[in-house]
């Protein structure tokens, strides 16, 4: 059961990170925001694979519920959760998405590094500290909100921490069975969930009937999560890059480079992302850039409300609901 689909915020921000690249911007501006297109792309890439793959296992499936892009704030503490699945005997997975060029090293002290597209890894910070301090903040948040239902004190969420790694990437491990937390995003179901629905002998099944929750009970719990939701602030990029007014002077678009930021920039943003009516200039994904048909491009050009005015190749246009 599905309960909050994806953000697709992402679009917007892929639209005037473009409009910005539009302009007359330096090259080290120019480099800055070509990267920041890039980062957001590859996150979303990798976040909408593992969100096709969760909502397709268990869209259908009334004994568990399913989050997805969960921005929790407590005070000056915020936690980002990409998705979130939870069973009726309250095992929370809470699941981090990492899109990296060539995958991960992990070393024994659990420190990681990212292979670049091309050079050698670079240390990064763990995605595992990063999802430990997620779950953290959503426990604080369920215990404030005596969220979860007590019987004699036997019911306690157990929380599981993984890191979903992008299909592409490589994951070097000390050992071939450490850290097992880390984990390919299109195996999850397969090494993950299949072996947690077979581990309750009958002695585990009757040691933790008791917290049992029912369906309802587990989907109250669930939106009560997703109320708990603040969406982003929508981001400056210009003052984020300290990008000039004379850059984004660029043929009388002033306006369109610009961005109020403050309401009207978002229609601006709609009216300079609608297609120009050929649509036969359309033959390149927006997401991959791969060569598509002229069929793929105009299904997407005559469906501007899902797909924002861009053509996607068959594969891409799954991520739009």
């Given at each position: 059961?599905?309960?909050?689909e ?13 409009l ?5 911007l330096t090259?080290?501006?120019?480099r800055?925001?070509e990267?920041e ?21 268990f ?6 519920v ?14 980002q959760?990409?998705h ?11 699941l981090?998405?990492?899109n990296?060029?060539?995958?991960v ?5 659990g ?5 670049p ?5 670079y ?13 953290l ?7 404030r ?6 019987r004699?004190?036997?019911?306690q969420?157990?929380f ?15 050992t071939?069975d ?49 109320s ?36 009207t920039g978002?229609s ?54």
């Amino acid at each position: 059961m599905i309960l909050k689909e994806r953000d697709t915020s992402w679009r917007k921000k892929a639209m005037e990170l473009d409009l910005l690249l539009s302009c007359h911007l330096t090259p080290e501006h120019r480099r800055v925001v070509e990267q920041e297109k890039w980062n957001l792309q590859a996150g979303e890439s990798a976040e909408a694979q593992v969100a096709y793959d969760l909502n397709f296992r268990f869209r259908e499936y009334e004994n568990w519920v399913l989050l997805h892009d969960l921005r929790l704030v407590d005070g000056n503490d915020v936690a980002q959760i990409d998705h979130l699945l939870m069973v009726r005997t309250l095992d929370f997975f809470v699941l981090e998405t990492k899109n990296y060029a060539r995958g991960v090293r992990i070393s024994p002290q659990g420190e990681f590094e990212a292979y670049p597209k091309e050079g050698g890894p670079y240390p990064i910070d763990s995605p595992l500290a990063q999802n430990d301090r997620h779950i953290l903040l959503l426990q604080r948040l369920l215990k404030r909100h005596n969220v979860i239902p007590h019987r004699m004190g036997l019911a306690q969420p157990i929380f599981h921490n993984y890191v979903m790694i992008s299909g592409r990437g490589r994951i070097d491990r000390p050992t071939p069975d450490s850290f097992p937390n880390v984990i390919k995003g299109d195996l999850f179901y397969e090494n993950v969930m299949r072996r947690f629905q077979k581990a309750f002998t009958f002695l585990d099944a009757v040691q933790r009937l008791p917290q049992v929750v029912r369906r309802d009970t587990l989907q109250s719990i669930g939106q009560q999560i997703a109320s708990w939701h603040q969406p982003a602030p929508y981001p400056d990029y210009r003052k984020r890059f300290g990008i000039s007014e004379d850059e984004i002077q660029n043929a009388g678009q002033a306006s369109s480079c610009a961005g109020d930021h403050q309401g009207t920039g978002a229609s601006t943003l709609r009216k300079q992302s609608k297609p120009s009516g050929d649509t036969t200039k359309a033959k390149f994904c927006f997401e991959c850039k791969a060569p598509i048909s002229q069929e793929e491009a105009s299904f997407c050009f005559t469906r501007k409300d899902r797909f924002g005015g861009r053509a996607y190749c068959r594969a891409h246009q799954k991520q739009f609901p």
